[in-house]
Nanobody, 116 residues
Framework: QVQFVESGGGLVQPGGSLRLSCAAS????????MSWYRQGPGKEREWVAR????????IYADSVKGRFTISRDKAKNTMYLQMNSLKPEDTAVYYC?????????WGQGTQVTVSS
């Protein structure tokens, strides 16, 4: 079945960087666009970034544009999120998924905490 396993989260100071990974399995990874979402404390889950199936097109939420970079490695069935210039408001559990696969599956998420 479709599975996503997120990793790479942690505690980082404001202005710092983290790189999240999403290992995907159970489907033809290279044929589907992928997205990152996040859910902050007391907030609804929100979309962060999307990458096309080929990796040629990426789009970002305004809140992360210019700071985050989404990428994918089809040989490893893995998607990444490079997060730079982190802010306290980036604190959240980060999830990966494909918007184009039904029913939608979510991983367990990875916690990112930005705090001094």
């Amino acid at each position: 079945q479709v599975q996503f396993v997120e990793s790479g989260g942690g505690l980082v100071q404001p202005g710092g960087s983290l790189r999240l990974s999403c290992a995907a399995s159970g489907f033809a990874f290279s044929r589907y666009a992928m997205s990152w979402y996040r859910q902050g404390p007391g907030k609804e889950r929100e979309w962060v970034a999307r990458i096309s199936a080929t990796g040629s097109t990426t789009i970002y939420a305004d809140s992360v544009k210019g700071r985050f970079t989404i990428s994918r490695d089809k040989a490893k069935n893995t998607m990444y999120l490079q997060m730079n210039s982190l802010k306290p408001e980036d604190t959240a559990v980060y999830y990966c998924t494909s918007d184009d696969i039904a029913p939608r599956s979510w991983g367990q998420g990875t916690q990112v905490t930005v705090s001094s």
